[in-house]
Structures are given as structure tokens and as C-alpha cells.
T-cell receptor, first 112, second 114 residues
Framework: KQEVTQIPAALSVPEGENLVLNCSFTDSAIYNLQWFRQDPGKGLTSLLLIQSSQREQTSGRLNASLDKSSGRSTLYIAASQPGDSATYLCALREDNFNKFYFGSGTKLNVKP | DTEVTQTPKHLVMGMTNKKSLKCEQHMGHRAMYWYKQKAKKPPELMFVYSYEKLSINESVPSRFSPECPNSSLLNLHLHALQPEDSALYLC?????????????FGPGTRLTVL
């Protein structure tokens, strides 16, 4: 059974710092992997989607990478801002059915 | 318009009550989802509807009853819930159930069962 792990569970950094969030998975036969952010008590907002054939995706200050062979994905956030404070979830799909396996999330706090 | 709306935002109910959660989207999506999220945990998939037909029921207790009356609307009927059912209930939609299609999430309904 696929297991998705995110480390650390919580992270606090000063504003302006570059940071990396980690996501690991046990079964490398994935279809794609997606990073979401969730603000407290709110729904999920999609950040980046990486197909299994891709190595990375970029959007603004965010860069997500995927290494299927090692079962890892990272989300790089450049020049962090207080508005980046949220919980970041990685989620993957194993086949062409829209069912996610979610990690437990990393709660990020960016201090002004 | 990439919005999924959910009503109510908050709901408090007793164990003997019957209530319903509502989810609506007008993006022409034909796949809709219900998730349950407990505090500090990731969302757990409950139900998936594809073209108004139930595709997946993740072994959810029968006290939760989903309904998809049309392609824009998804309901979750609640009856005889337990306090442990208190959670954030999230609805999502996507073009289809294909994994290449982005799921758009609503803001959720915060449910408290007394």
C-alpha cells in the first residue's frame, strides 16, 4: 500500500529565507504528484502538478521536483513571505483515476 | 469561474438530527468528490461521483448518504452521526475522473456533532 510522508511536520523560518519541503513515497509507480496549500479551516489550493514523466515544474517563486526512482519530491519556496504561511500537502495518484494519496502535510510559518 | 461553493460553512448537530451538506460548481465538471478531514490530518476520500453516478464509496458508514441530483450539485445527507464524525468536510470537482484533471476544492463545512 502506498504511503506518503512529509517531513518536517512543522517549520518556522524568518521572512526572506529560501526553504525546501520534502515529500517521500513508498511505491515509485505513480501517475503524477501534486502540491497543495491549505490555509487554516479552508479548502485546498493547487500549487503545482508534476506528471510522472517530468522532473520539475515551476510557478513564480515555487519549484517542485520529482525523483520517482528515489520516491521523493521537493517543493522549493524562494524568498519566503508571511503570506506563504499555511500547511503544504503533497498528494499523488497511482493511475489514471483521480484518487489522491495525501501526505500528512508540513505546517509552515514565515515570521515577519 | 473556478469556484466550488459549500453550504453551510459551519454546522452543529445532535446525534439524532438529520442534516445535509451542499456543494455546487458551475464549471461544467462531471466529477465531484467528498472528503473528510480531521484536525491536523490530510483529507480522506469518502465518495466520488462521475457523470452523476457513484463511482467510489470508500467504505463509508451508511449514516453518510451522498446524492448527486445533477451535474452541478452534490449533497451529503447526514443522519445519526457520532461525535467522532466531527470534522471539516470538503467537496471538490474536476473535469472528469482522469488523473490529469485538476481538482478544485471548496472551502469546506466545519461539522460538530454533539
Amino acid at each position: 500500500k502506498q504511503e506518503v510522508t512529509q517531513i518536517p511536520a512543522a517549520l518556522s523560518v524568518p521572512e526572506g529565507e529560501n526553504l525546501v519541503l520534502n515529500c517521500s513515497f513508498t511505491d515509485s509507480a505513480i501517475y503524477n504528484l501534486q502540491w497543495f496549500r491549505q490555509d487554516p479551516g479552508k479548502g485546498l489550493t493547487s500549487l503545482l502538478l508534476i506528471q510522472s514523466s517530468q522532473r520539475e515544474q515551476t510557478s513564480g517563486r515555487l519549484n517542485a521536483s520529482l525523483d520517482k526512482s528515489s520516491g521523493r519530491s521537493t517543493l522549493y519556496i524562494a524568498a519566503s513571505q508571511p503570506g506563504d504561511s499555511a500547511t503544504y500537502l503533497c498528494a499523488l495518484r497511482e493511475d489514471n483515476f483521480n484518487k489522491f494519496y495525501f501526505g500528512s502535510g508540513t505546517k509552515l510559518n514565515v515570521k515577519p | 469561474d473556478t469556484e466550488v461553493t459549500q453550504t453551510p460553512k459551519h454546522l452543529v448537530m445532535g446525534m439524532t438530527n438529520k442534516k445535509s451538506l451542499k456543494c455546487e460548481q458551475h464549471m461544467g465538471h462531471r466529477a465531484m468528490y467528498w472528503y473528510k478531514q480531521k484536525a491536523k490530518k490530510p483529507p480522506e476520500l469518502m465518495f466520488v461521483y462521475s457523470y452523476e453516478k457513484l463511482s467510489i464509496n470508500e467504505s463509508v458508514p451508511s449514516r453518510f448518504s451522498p446524492e448527486c441530483p445533477n451535474s452541478s450539485l452534490l449533497n451529503l445527507h447526514l443522519h445519526a452521526l457520532q461525535p467522532e464524525d466531527s470534522a471539516l468536510y470538503l467537496c471538490a470537482s474536476s473535469q472528469r475522473v482522469a488523473s490529469t484533471d485538476t481538482q478544485y476544492f471548496g472551502p469546506g463545512t466545519r461539522l460538530t456533532v454533539l
